[in-house]
């Protein structure tokens, strides 16, 4: 019986739409990330190498043997990117190097050697949606210097009639807790040094002089 006519478990309805999905029939070996053990590490917590009380990138290589023998296929490293750890390494400050606390990117290439001759896998958690507030990149933005003035999701906020109290402009809610905003005093045109540069352009105009600050 060729695998064309026997019931498929797979529920594709057609030969044609089974063979997409399992070129050589339903009993294709399946992507190695389906059926492979992976082994989650969060470093900070796993092996510290060097007695500073924080788990490192060697104190995970001085492991791969035992994972290996045990069966594992396949380790998925939580970030170790520099970071100021506000979130435990997914605030990331920098995405192309190693924190200092877990490391270097020689001891990354140590554990990678080491990956390929226990012929394991090692996947690493990559955060792009969001960085660090140290970040470059966040910093430039708040400064409004190109190309970064985008690089993050601005917006108004919304300030009562009258007031001077600022709402956030939707009620948009954090995985975490409260508004996924946060006011901004140095984006803000209306704070910082924006706020100073226009009271220096009002009393100016106030004392009728704005020749002696309008250079051109
Ligand atoms: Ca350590």
Known sequence: MSWENTIDPTGYSTAKERYRYYPSGWRAKKDWWKTTVFYQIYPRSFENSNGDGVGDLNGVTSKLDHMFNTGVGAIWIAPIYPSPMADFGYDIAYYVNIDPE???????????????????????????????????????????????????????????????????????????????????????????????????????????????????
């Open 102 to 216: 877990f490391g270097t990117l020689d001891d990354f290439d140590n554990l990678v050697a080491k990956v390929k001759e226990l012929n394991l896998k090692v996947i690493l958690d990559f955060a792009p949606n969001h960085s660090s507030d140290k970040h470059e990149w966040f910093q430039k933005s708040i400064r409004r210097e190109d190309p970064y003035t985008n690089y993050y999701v601005w917006h108004d906020a919304i300030c009562e009639t009258g007031t001077s109290i600022y709402q956030p402009p939707n009620n948009w809610i954090s995985a975490f807790q409260g508004s996924v905003w946060e006011w901004n005093d140095q984006r803000d045109a209306r704070s910082g040094s924006t706020v100073q540069e226009l009271k220096i352009v009002i009393d100016n105009w106030m004392n009728n002089m704005p020749t002696n600050y309008v250079d051109n």
